[in-house]
């Protein structure tokens, strides 16, 4: 607690110190009195940050609902959020689904593939099948709406088997930036 004291004694004392000298009359002399030496202050250099001009900040990670395109006019794929707003095509989303989605679902076999059939093309309706290595199709990926309840859209991935009764083994949110993350 001594120790404290004196530090605490010995900062007033340079601060008054400071004070008194570095103050000057505005004829830039001292202060009458003579009050002791007098300092200059020092003056620090004006310091710009350099901030990444080449990377943009990333932007923060959301949730993307996808909705199947043919529905709304497009080719096979998928719109993300909208239909309004990014379109994937079969060709890109393939391999990503097959990537990052078949993981997430452990009664997948590794090395499963994605399967296009076309189911009724007069309605543009699609099935995305999944194959396991030996060329066996058990399952489908229903991208954008709930099998169990009626088709109705909520934007999110399932994966099930392709046999009656309808089932759902996973489902699964898309991510910004083009991550999946499975939400039971």
């Given amino acids: 607690m001594g120790n404290l004291k004196r530090y605490i004694a010995a900062g007033l004392m340079l601060l008054s110190v400071l004070i008194v000298g570095c103050s000057r009359l505005p004829n830039g002399g001292p202060p009458s009195g003579n009050l002791g030496?007098?300092?200059?202050?020092?003056v620090l250099p004006s310091v710009t940050p350099i901030l990444p001009t080449e990377t943009p900040f990333p932007e923060p990670l959301s949730p993307q609902r996808v909705r199947w395109?043919?529905?709304?006019?497009?080719?096979?794929?998928?719109?993300l959020d909208t239909c309004n707003a990014k379109f994937i095509a079969w060709a890109d989303l393939k391999p990503e689904l097959e990537a990052k989605l078949l993981p997430l679902v452990g009664q997948v076999p590794a090395g499963s593939?994605?399967?296009l059939i076309l189911a009724d093309s007069a309605r543009a309706i699609y099935i995305v099948r999944v194959v396991a290595p030996n060329g066996a199709q058990f399952a489908d990926v229903w991208l954008g709406g709930d099998p169990l309840a009626g088709w109705v859209w909520d934007g999110l991935i399932r994966v099930?088997?392709?046999?009656?009764?309808v089932q759902v083994w996973a489902v699964v949110q898309r991510y910004s930036d083009n991550t999946?993350?499975?939400?039971r």
């Fill in 160 to 165: 099930g088997p392709s046999v009656a009764p």
């Fill in 113 to 115: 593939k994605l399967n």
């Fill in 180 to 183: 999946y993350r499975r939400v």
């Fill in 69 to 79: 395109g043919t529905g709304e006019g497009f080719p096979p794929g998928i719109c």
């Fill in 37 to 42: 030496p007098t300092l200059t202050p020092l």
